[in-house]
């Protein structure tokens, strides 16, 4: 039993060293790896050369590492498995061409908030998370959209679990955030300002599949760009994209 925890914890290792590489840093040395992962660069070297063996990542000049084509592989492998991003896919890319800013289309992947699929702008700019990562369980306006796709009362046991891993809290609360929840989804759409990254707006509305809630798309935005009826119109805009979507899923 020892030995097999002792594997899985392993192999749980060398996923995170995996997705250590984000397109900020496409490329690494072991002990920046070893760094990130907080372990020892004995450790790192052991993960690197189980990875590099089994092809997903190779090692450039000068002892730095950069993932290869197959993890690509893997990446096209999950969108075809994935039809809500295709169904998703047009619309977003409409939508980004529209408002020329970065669309997300953000979802509970076990229990956890994650943004699945991104749209970037030909203007974009650095976000906290990159696609497939957890977006903080407890920030943002799709998020609060996600919840609010719970009963009442599994609202607040989310919240609670969330704080109890010592998760950063709602900016505004615990009350706050559950009433800003449920007025979230009695509009129908839902806004932030600079709660996951600084100088960030973003709007969000839900996207249903009859009466379910299965994502919310978003689109943050620079601050410094809007202006009151700047925002007005992207929030417009993603809304009715979110219910193109929506009609799409159940057609």
Not at 232 to 247: G, N, T, Y
């Amino acid at each position: 039993m020892a030995a097999s925890k002792a594997g899985a914890d392993s192999g749980r290792r060398a996923l995170e060293l995996l997705f250590a590489f984000t397109e900020q840093r496409p490329v690494a040395s072991v002990r920046q790896l070893a760094e990130d992962l907080g372990i020892p660069v004995p450790t790192a070297h052991r993960y690197v050369a189980l990875l590099r063996d089994m092809g997903l990542i190779e090692e450039r000049e000068r002892g730095q590492y950069h993932l290869t084509m197959r993890v690509a592989a893997l990446s096209r492998a999950a969108r075809q498995a994935t039809p809500l991003v295709h169904i998703a896919e047009p619309y977003m890319r409409e939508l980004s061409e529209q408002i020329e800013e970065t669309v997300l289309l953000v979802r509970m992947v076990h229990g956890l908030p994650v943004c699945i699929h991104r749209v970037e702008t030909l203007r974009p700019f650095r976000l906290s998370f990159e696609t497939g990562q957890n977006m903080p369980p407890l920030r943002g306006a799709s998020v609060r959209l996600l919840i609010g796709s719970l009963p009442e009362t599994e609202r607040e046991r989310y919240v609670d679990q969330a704080l109890a891993t010592g998760t950063p809290p709602p900016v505004h609360g615990r009350e706050t955030f559950l009433d800003e929840i449920r007025r979230a989804v009695e509009q129908g759409w839902d806004v932030s300002q600079e709660e996951i990254d600084e100088g960030v707006w973003a709007a969000s509305a839900p996207i249903k599949e009859g009466t379910l809630t299965r994502a919310a798309l978003s689109a943050p935005c620079p601050a410094f760009r809007l202006d009151d009826a700047r925002r007005a119109a992207v929030l417009d805009q993603v809304r009715k994209a979110a219910d193109r979507i929506s009609q799409a899923l159940t057609s």
